[in-house]
Nanobody, 127 residues
């Protein structure tokens, strides 16, 4: 089992920045690819960003490319999402997710490809 706990969400004005963190515990963190997803009210959970187990590969949704940056620190068992130039449409609950790095296609951008999930952190961007 992998336990994931997100933090760093909050209320920010449009154009502002937030940095989300996800702390992992339970298994060897470097054995897992990590992803960030978000879900707005009434909408399906959508892919935001992913990072490979080593950090060498990253992927982003088109809607956040150039504004968001995913990173990880395997020594600290943590993954981060730096969000800049935030827009009201970025408002959602943001979830951290983990999937075992056992090969297969990259990037992993659908929720069903991930095995473990955090409880989510709310991000609200006001206009």
């Amino acid at each position: 089992q992998v336990q994931l706990v997100e933090s760093g969400g909050g209320l920010v004005q449009a154009g502002g920045s937030l940095r989300l963190s996800c702390a992992a515990s339970g298994r060897t963190f470097s054995n897992y690819h990590m992803g960030w997803f978000r879900q707005a009210p009434g909408k399906e959970r959508e892919f935001v960003a992913a990072i490979s187990w080593s950090g060498a590969r990253t992927a982003y949704a088109d809607s956040v490319k150039g504004r968001f940056t995913i990173s990880r620190d395997n020594a600290k068992n943590a993954v981060y999402l730096q969000m800049n130039s935030l827009k009201p449409e970025d408002t959602a609950v943001y979830y951290c997710a983990a999937t075992a790095a056992r090969g297969g296609l990259w990037p992993k951008t659908t929720p069903r490809e991930y095995d473990y999930w955090g409880q989510g952190t709310q991000v609200t961007v006001s206009s």
